[in-house]
């Protein structure tokens, strides 16, 4: 039912249902999100229900305006907001210390708070009209395959939802989240802003959080999944072809035939890659096989969290 063209009449229509206590769906740069206004606790608990996602899972949520954090939050360190001037709006999310407005069930209890201010001009638009915060995680089932696309929160969700449709994301996959502690930052989620870039701009080396402490409570092994089997490999050697297998390289043509098979970028630009990846596995989870090899990316840059997303939905 309701796809919206981003039209401002439409945004402003969105803006309506959230400021009713409703949800949207809406594009970002990295993926789509489901929103709602953040200091409404029935609209975001819409949002689990709807995704069927924990409730010990917390939220992201979105600004318009580096002054709105302080709606939600308290004053980051200087070393990050040097980071923000830098990264907003961008694919960068933080972790402040909430402030009680925010309600708990949007932390999930937790005292701080996930933020961040996207760079897709629908998403700006919506907030700012919505004049308001959004908390919004990714549109998709828990544990499903990220939407890069209308069409796919619409296969997951189901067709009651509005859903502005920015087209494809241009990141396609989820923002990099980061926490400062002590004179460090720790990478909580690699995503489309490369840890490169925030090294390079920081002056030191991102920390990881340390195994089995869950610093950030959504990254479970088994994530971003398709519903088939998905196998990294090496390269095609690895591959025992069979009917029911489909086979999703890097840069490199399959040299063998598949029922499925794509390409997730033949020039080899990461950036690319990561665009197409979830939009790919979509699609190979509609076709007629039972499971996909998909060949493992170089680490470098966006490709970081191209091999993060990959292992968990592999999700051994
Ligand atoms: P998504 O559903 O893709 O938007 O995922 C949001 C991610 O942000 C999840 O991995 C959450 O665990 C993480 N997150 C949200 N709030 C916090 C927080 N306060 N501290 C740490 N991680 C958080
Ligand atoms: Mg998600």
């Keep these: 039912m309701p ?9 402003k229509l969105c803006s309506n249902i959230i400021n009713h206590g409703d949800v949207v769906a809406f594009p970002t740069e990295t993926v789509y999100g489901l929103g709602a206004d953040v200091f409404n606790e029935n609209a975001v608990i819409k949002i ?31 070393r990050i907001k040097k980071l923000l001037k830098k990264f907003w709006p961008g694919p960068l999310t933080v972790i402040l210390k909430k402030k009680n407005s925010v309600p708990d069930v949007v932390t999930a209890g937790l005292d701080t708070v996930a933020v961040r201010m996207p760079s897709n001009s629908i998403a700006f638009q919506l907030i700012k009209t919505s004049k308001t915060p959004i908390a919004a995680p990714s549109a998709n089932r828990f544990t499903r395959l990220s939407p890069t696309r209308a069409e796919h929160v619409l296969k997951q969700l189901g067709s009651n939802i509005f859903v502005l449709d920015g087209g494809k994301t ?8 980061i926490k400062y502690e002590r004179g460090n930052i720790y990478l909580l989620r690699p995503g489309a802003l490369s840890p490169e870039k925030i090294e390079k701009e920081f002056g030191k080396k991102l920390l990881m959080p340390v195994a089995g402490k869950i610093e950030s409570p959504g990254q479970f092994k088994k994530h971003y999944s398709p519903d088939k089997k998905l196998i990294i490999v090496r390269d095609e050697d690895e591959i025992k072809i069979s009917e029911d297998a489909g086979y999703i390289s890097f840069k490199d043509r399959p040299l063998k035939k ?32 039972k499971k996909i090899y998909v060949q493992r990316v170089p680490l470098n840059g966006i490709g970081f969290a191209i091999m993060d997303r990959l292992k968990r939905a592999e999700g051994l």
């Design 258 to 289: 598949y029922r499925f098979s794509a390409v997730l970028s033949e020039k080899g630009d990461l950036y690319e890659a990561a665009s197409n990846l979830f939009d790919i596995l979509n699609k190979a989870e509609d076709a007629s096989i």
């Design 48 to 78: 689990f229900e709807i995704k069927k996602r924990p409730r010990f899972d917390p939220l992201i949520v979105h600004i318009s305006d580096i002054s709105d954090i302080d709606k939600i939050a308290h004053k980051p360190p200087e």
């Design 170 to 177: 241009v990141y396609g996959v989820e923002s990099t989240i």
């Design 3 to 11: 796809v919206l063209k981003p039209t401002i009449k439409n945004i």
